[in-house]
């Protein structure tokens, strides 16, 4: 009994001092300081993607923080589009996502592309949430209302109403060249994106 | 008791905090950088792992920072002036050297924060965020200075968050701590 009684309260004591490694070690820029959410670890994906590689991507348009409306046919022939939606404004990881890509503009320009960034906030908090970031270059996008649609028409409407974090590549054709439904809890490699961007660049 | 050792064995590398002034560098080491003016610069040679207080100098800068920060990336001009700073003023020069640990960085993410902001001095990537656990997760940007011994011993003697309010304070601190002038 007092053997059990050791290992229970081990097993309690190491849980407790586990638990703080499990907390998200994103957006710890103290631009954000005490405003992230904690939304702890959620299950890594959680919709079923209406799209696929090699397919024309679906076409949409959305109002920009900036107030403009954009459309993806807009750079139909013109610009190769990196799609990034993220699940939600003022969250761990998505706080830090698009900052990286901010400071890597010249990659995006070396292989010809734009970055759309989107979540399902409204243009209130994405405009909040953005300006701890600094002047982003590329357009952020609001998929609020009607809620998610667009991230529905991909598939990647989670069941709790945020967008996975994803990643779609689209030529200057239109169609779908790269997709990476990313594990919500963890940051996607830029190496591998800048990778596929090369790609695109060398015509592969 | 098997199983306790089993379950209790991972609480073993956590930091309570941030690591205190007057204490100690967790015990974690550094890969040697294949570049010869930054090995020359850290005053270390061959290849392999490195500690903080091998490098040849009286203090060592740490940054802790993230090129996914924003702050970080806010802040970089200034550290790089704190660098110039230290390299122009000859009695400095040799004895403050500046390190980055780049948290949750991969290498090639490190790579590019060096080059978006001509970073002079080493940054190191910190991939799976392990030396970020033993640092006490802190925020970012975050700044330790190392005094190091003749005998290689070392001592924290500035340990804090956030962006310098002006260079030449955070200097002026960091060589008055180090009793350099």
């Known amino acids: 009994m007092k053997k059990r009684l050791m290992i229970i309260s081990c097993l309690v004591g190491a849980v407790l001092l586990v638990m703080p490694a499990l907390r998200s070690a994103f957006a710890l820029s103290d631009a954000y300081k005490d405003n992230i959410y904690d939304t702890g670890s959620l299950k890594p994906v959680d919709s079923a993607l209406k799209v696929r590689i090699g397919e024309k991507a679906p076409d949409f348009r959305l109002q920009a923080v900036s107030g403009e409306k954009v459309s993806l046919s807009r750079y139909r022939g013109k610009k190769n589009v990196v799609i990034s939606f993220v699940p939600a404004a003022w969250t761990p990881v998505c706080s830090d996502q698009w900052p990286g890509y901010n400071i890597v503009r010249e990659m995006f320009d070396a292989s010809d592309s734009i970055l759309l960034g989107i979540t399902v906030d409204n243009i209130p908090t994405l405009f909040s949430w953005t300006n701890q ?6 357009p952020v996008l609001s998929d609020f209302w009607p809620h998610g649609a667009v991230a529905k028409k991909y598939g990647v409407l989670r069941a709790d109403g945020m967008a996975e974090r994803v990643l779609f590549v689209i030529d200057k054709k239109g169609i779908i060249r790269y997709i990476d439904v990313h594990d919500i809890n ?10 596929e961007l090369e790609k695109l660049k060398q015509g592969k | 008791m098997v199983w306790g050792v ?3 064995g991972p609480a073993a590398g956590l930091a309570a905090g941030p690591p205190p002034v007057g204490g100690q560098l967790p015990d974690f080491t ?7 003016a930054e090995k020359s610069y850290l005053g270390l040679s061959g290849s392999g792992a490195f500690k903080i207080p091998q490098i040849r100098a009286k203090t060592v800068v740490v940054e802790i920072f993230s090129m996914y920060c924003p702050y970080c990336q806010r802040e970089a001009p200034n550290v790089n002036r704190l660098y110039e700073k230290i390299e122009a003023d000859p009695a400095l020069k040799g004895k403050i050297k500046l390190i980055g640990i780049g948290v949750g960085n991969s290498a090639f993410e490190v790579g590019v924060f060096h080059k978006r902001y001509g970073i002079p001095f080493p940054l190191f990537p910190d991939g799976d965020f392990v030396l970020h656990k033993l640092l006490g997760e802190v925020r970012t940007p975050y700044f330790i200075g190392v ?3 003749p005998d290689g011993s070392h ?23 180090s009793d350099l002038k």
């Open chain 1, 133 to 138: 970031m600094g002047n982003l270059w590329f």
């Open chain 2, 6 to 8: 089993i379950l209790c």
């Open chain 1, 186 to 195: 963890q940051r996607p490699s830029l190496e591998v994106l800048m990778g």
């Open chain 2, 147 to 149: 005094k190091i011994g």
């Open chain 2, 155 to 177: 001592q924290l003697i500035h340990s804090r968050l956030g962006a310098f309010e002006s260079v030449e304070k955070f200097l002026d601190e960091i060589v008055k701590a």
């Open chain 2, 30 to 36: 550094l890969g040697v950088p294949k570049d010869a």
